[in-house]
Nanobody
């Protein structure tokens, strides 16, 4: 079982950037495909980005394509999400997740391990 801890959230103005990190322990993330999800107040958790075990294949929600970049460093056992050109609608709690398998999916229930989340707030 892998434990995940997110960091890097905060308050930023629209148009700004943030970089989220997810530190893993217990097991190496090279055994998992990884993903980022987010949840805004009063809304369901939604997929943001996913990355295959090898890092060769990525998935992005249409709403973040061209602005967000997901990456992994298996040697450091970390997952990152670079977020540029942030918009107020990007506000929410961002969760790191790990799934057993090779290819990332946008489905929340395909992920087996979750972090506690980090708050991102984008002001207009």
């Amino acid at each position: 079982q892998v434990q995940l801890v997110e960091s890097g959230g905060g308050l930023v103005q629209a148009g700004g950037s943030l970089r989220l990190s997810c530190a893993a322990s217990g097991r190496t993330i090279s055994s998992y495909y990884m993903g980022w999800f987010r949840q805004a107040p009063g809304k369901e958790r939604e997929f943001v980005a996913g990355l295959s075990r090898s890092g060769s294949s990525t998935l992005y929600a249409d709403s973040v394509k061209g602005r967000f970049t997901i990456s992994r460093d298996n040697t450091k056992n970390t997952l990152s999400l670079q977020m540029n050109s942030l918009k107020p609608e990007d506000t929410g709690v961002y969760f790191c997740a790990a799934g057993r398998g090779t290819w990332a999916t946008p489905k929340m229930y395909d992920y087996h391990e979750w972090g506690q989340g980090t708050q991102v707030t984008v002001s207009s």
